[in-house]
């Protein structure tokens, strides 16, 4: 199911590879992306709330979004 946010979304005239980077590089080349990006916060929510474990949602990295949730539960 597509969000309403998800069109409006910087990513949406982007490659998905662009989002599932395989080194660090990648992962700062789609968070440089999210920067801009004016539905950020829904992305991000929209992944920690589905449990997204890969690619980079809402300038958050997978590590970065697993911590979010530990500090959550905290």
């Known amino acids: 199911m597509i969000e309403s946010w998800m069109a409006y979304g ?6 998905p590879d662009v989002f599932f980077p395989s080194d660090g590089r990648g992962v700062e080349e789609a968070k440089s992306i999210c ?6 916060e829904d ?3 929209y992944a920690l709330g ?3 474990k ?4 809402g300038g958050r990295s997978e590590r970065q979004r697993r911590r979010i ?3 959550a539960a905290a």
């Open 50 to 52: 589905h449990r997204i």
């Open 69 to 71: 949730l530990r500090q």
């Open 10 to 15: 910087r990513c949406a005239d982007e490659s």
């Open 54 to 57: 890969y690619g980079v949602w």
């Open 35 to 40: 920067r801009q990006c004016l539905v950020q």
């Open 43 to 45: 992305c991000l929510a």
